[in-house]
């Protein structure tokens, strides 16, 4: 039997050990493997990436292959992209290769940029071989879109497996204000280390209001923060200690391990999105200046809101502005990890990336003069279908309330004591609610145990927190705008409201889960459905299919890139 305490021990004498275990719990006994997985990286010296020695570099951003207007209709726009998931090779860690699973074979995968109003297909192809990275099983994937109001059959649904050598085309709306999304792997039971293995990529939803008030192009950059470990020839180590987490240690942002990027003297927007199976993050500048809070998982926020830090846990999104303006030339400005409770620290998981601050050049275009107070998103929400923004909804509105608990039974990770093995069990008839669409509903999430915290996924929604047993019942200052990841804290309760508004023709099953995947695929997981649970079911409506397409039809194309560095 293998216990937290034990675990510890085991990091203690690993590659660069321990520097911190945060949290408890150590009386919670789970079955152990047979012979100790790697608890940190077995690197040797010269392989070992030294902390801002890399070079920051953004994803590449991809080009449809295909736009136009529906019926020749201008007020309808569309845009198609394809994705082949398929393995790569990266450099990681100095001197070597790691093998990769990625989407077009690369991590992170390729931006998408979207436009509000511009519906997008995408066809993904998986070309994955007949067995997984850091797992046996069959390399089968499900592409979920995180943040975007899909149909059940566009959402990722964690049955809706597509196999090695089998495509499936994605449409997603994008009726939804501007938004950081992400699209990431969704099989059920090999989550985590499909995504750990490298599927996940960028998905910015644009609008005019969004474009009139935060900076663009240049200055509006993205950075996906995960962890991971190595093994001694560069490949990917796994070890998920006995189904409770994975906390590799070594920081990498866009994939490169603790970078450092070139800024001008401006304000930057950084759309931040920890990509980690498990680790939660503090992040904070090494000067002590505020950072600026303008937009959270769904979209901006009403009031911009400086904090000196804030915690960000698995599949959360912030968007917060920088200035580095009142810096001089040649300074060197570090983004730091204080880290949170229950995560397992090395020596270096404290650094996340550094900034060096460059003379000023070019035109400034897409830059912004000032840190704005407040945001208009124009309160335009599929407002024809009945929608209501979702920072103005209020209790007054609430049709139900009901309470979701994330505990652990019995070695099982569960959501009212369901999983979504139960769900399967009932031929995915097992509902945790109902609510029929455009309803307001009140959930608050429930995380009794002191030993786990659980970042809670609903998909579908956005939704408004309006307490917190902590805090002094108030959301954190970060948290002040449309959230779909909640950070249950240890001992933590969060009250949200939140409209269920599925778009034309929508309704059917959507999923709720832990974001630490490794809770999800073991098995924190159930479901809840608007409308009529039969209605676009996501399995069997639009399923994936054998691709006959040869493998080079669909040839990637990027936009010109920013120089490496910056």
């Keep these: 039997m293998t216990t937290r305490r034990e675990i510890f021990k085991l990091g203690a004498v690993g590659a660069l050990g321990l520097a911190g275990f945060k949290g408890g719990d150590d009386d919670i006994p789970t079955t152990g493997p047979s012979t100790p997985l790697l608890t940190a990286s077995q690197l040797a010296p010269q392989n070992k990436p030294v902390p801002y020695a890399g070079v920051f570099r953004r994803p590449p951003e991809l080009v449809p292959f295909a736009t136009g207007f529906d019926g020749g209709d201008p007020a309808r726009p569309f845009a198609r992209y394809a994705l082949t998931q398929k393995l ?4 990681l860690v100095p001197g070597l290769n790691t093998t990769v699973a990625g989407y077009n074979g690369i991590f992170p995968g390729p931006t998408i940029r979207a436009i509000q109003g511009t519906r997008i297909e995408v066809r993904i192809r998986n070309a994955l071989p007949a067995a997984g990275l850091v797992q046996p099983a069959r390399f089968d994937t499900v592409t979920h879109l995180h943040g975007s109001a899909s149909l059940p059959q566009y959402d990722g649904y964690a049955n809706d497996i597509t196999i090695p050598g089998n495509v499936k085309n994605y449409r997603y709306p994008n ?3 501007s938004r950081t999304l992400w699209y990431h792997d969704h099989k059920h039971h090999i989550t985590a280390q499909n995504v750990y293995s490298g599927l996940a990529g960028f998905y910015p939803l644009s609008d005019k209001f969004e474009r ?3 900076p663009q192009g240049e200055f509006d950059v993205p950075l996906m923060i995960s962890d991971a470990m190595f093994n001694a020839d560069g490949s990917l180590a796994y070890n998920d200690n006995d189904q409770k987490g994975l906390w590799g240690d070594i920081i990498l942002v866009n994939g490169v391990p603790w970078p450092t990027m ?6 930057y927007r950084f759309r931040v ?8 993050y503090r992040p904070t500048l090494s000067t002590g200046d505020p950072v600026y809070v303008v937009g959270t998982d769904g979209g901006m926020t009403p009031k911009v809101q400086a904090v000196k830090s804030w915690r960000q846990g698995t599949a959360e999104r912030y968007e917060v502005l920088i200035d580095f303006r009142k810096y001089r030339t040649g300074q060197l400005i570090e983004l730091r990890n204080l880290s949170n409770k229950n995560n397992i620290d090395f020596a270096n998981t404290n650094k996340i990336m550094r900034f060096q601050v460059v003379a000023d050049s070019g035109s ?3 830059s912004i003069s000032s840190i704005p107070a407040t945001l208009d998103d124009g309160g335009a929400v599929n407002a024809s279908l009945g929608a209501i923004p979702t920072m103005s909804l209020t209790p007054a509105m609430v049709k139900a309330k009901r309470e979701l608990k994330f505990f652990r039974d019995h070695g099982q990770w569960t959501v009212n004591g369901v999983t979504w093995a139960d769900v399967e069990k009932s031929g995915f008839t097992k509902l945790f609610g109902n609510p029929q669409p455009f309803d307001v509903e009140q959930w608050t999430i429930i995380n009794a145990s002191g030993g786990w915290f659980h970042p809670v996924h609903i998909h579908l929604i956005d939704a408004k ?13 970060w948290e002040k705008g449309p959230k779909d990841v909640f950070y249950a804290g240890e001992n933590e309760s969060i009250t949200a409201l939140m409209q269920f508004d599925p778009g034309a023709n929508g309704g059917g099953r959507y999923m709720i889960h832990c974001h630490n995947l490794v809770h999800e695929d073991h098995d924190m997981m159930v479901q809840f459905s608007v409308g009529d649970l039969r209605t676009n079911d996501p399995v069997t409506t639009d399923p994936p299919v054998l691709d006959t397409t040869p493998l080079d039809a669909f040839q990637p194309v990027y936009r010109p890139g920013f120089p490496a560095g910056t």
């Design 88 to 91: 790569g090779q990266a450099q």
């Design 465 to 477: 927190i309006i307490g917190r047993n902590t805090n002094g019942g108030q959301p954190f200052a």
């Design 364 to 366: 400034g275009a897409g």
């Design 262 to 267: 070139k800024v001008k003297p401006r304000i």
């Design 273 to 280: 999105l920890d990509a980690s199976i498990s680790r939660s």
């Design 212 to 214: 009139a008030q935060l």
């Design 175 to 177: 009726f939804q204000p």
